[in-house]
């Protein structure tokens, strides 16, 4: 008795690499157009950095020439400015929050189809409760 071989059906050398050849290639031209994409962001990046820095400096320059009229055309005392300053600050923060809170009061109840009345007071108003 003797043994035969068995001969397997593999494809032929030529079709296989082709295909890999295909697929190496696209994967190629695939990383190309990624590092295409890289560095127009990266080209963005540069040109928002360069925008900010001339906002800031526009900004700053604004507000020397903001303090320099308040000081020497009306008048008015560094203490009294630096206190103006504060405030506005402190108004400007309390206006930002309450307006945070107000978006996010909004798109909580969004699904709302009318607003509570004003007059309308809860059952269980925790205000009466304190007074």
């Keep these: 008795m003797s043994k035969q071989k068995r001969s397997k059906k593999t494809k032929p050398a030529g079709k296989r690499t082709e295909g890999s050849l295909k697929e190496i290639l696209s994967l190629y031209v695939k990383l190309a157009d990624l590092q295409k994409e890289i560095g127009k962001v990266a ?8 925008r ?10 604004l507000a020397r020439l903001l303090t320099t009229l308040c000081v020497e055309k009306l008048g008015i ?9 504060r405030r506005v600050e402190k108004e400007a923060v309390r206006d930002s929050q309450i307006m945070e809170l107000e978006s996010l009061y909004h798109l909580s109840h969004g699904n709302l189809k009318r607003a509570p009345s004003a007059n309308a007071k809860p ?8 007074s």
Excluded: F, Q
């Design 43 to 50: 080209e963005g990046g540069v040109l928002v950095e360069d």
């Design 52 to 61: 900010l820095t001339n906002l800031e400096i526009h900004v700053n320059i």
């Design 77 to 85: 005392r560094i203490g009294a400015l630096r206190h103006l300053i």
């Design 123 to 130: 059952k269980d108003d925790p205000w009466e409760k304190i």
